[in-house]
Nanobody, 113 residues
């Protein structure tokens, strides 16, 4: 049974940085495309960043140039480095195994002064 566990969220001031981690167990992580999504209060869940098994990435326009997705196939972990955070980045962030359609429990990111 696949499990995804996110960590690294928290409260940060505008302009600050956070790094989210998502560790996966129970699947052949290295061959699966992974994604980071977020859901703000009252809004639909949206794709933030995606990475293929080969390391090809793409990003939502709203985070291009500020966020970086990466993966470590030895540690079965996908990361989301978030820089220059803005209040509109406030949301619960989820990772997803895009092949198995499996989700983590989410981690809260709050950007506020």
């Amino acid at each position: 049974q696949v499990q995804l566990v996110e960590s690294g969220g928290g409260l940060v001031q505008p302009g600050g940085s956070l790094r989210l981690s998502c560790t996966v167990s129970g699947s052949i992580f290295g061959i699966h495309a992974m994604g980071w999504y977020r859901q703000a209060p009252g809004k639909q869940r949206e794709l933030v960043a995606h990475i293929t098994s080969g390391g090809i990435t793409n990003y939502a326009d709203s985070v291009k140039g500020r966020f970086t997705i990466s993966r470590d196939n030895v540690k079965n972990t996908v990361y989301l480095q978030m820089n220059d955070l803005k209040p509109e980045d406030t949301a619960v962030y989820y990772c997803r195994d895009n092949i198995l359609n499996a989700w983590g429990q989410g981690t809260q990111v709050t950007v506020s002064s």
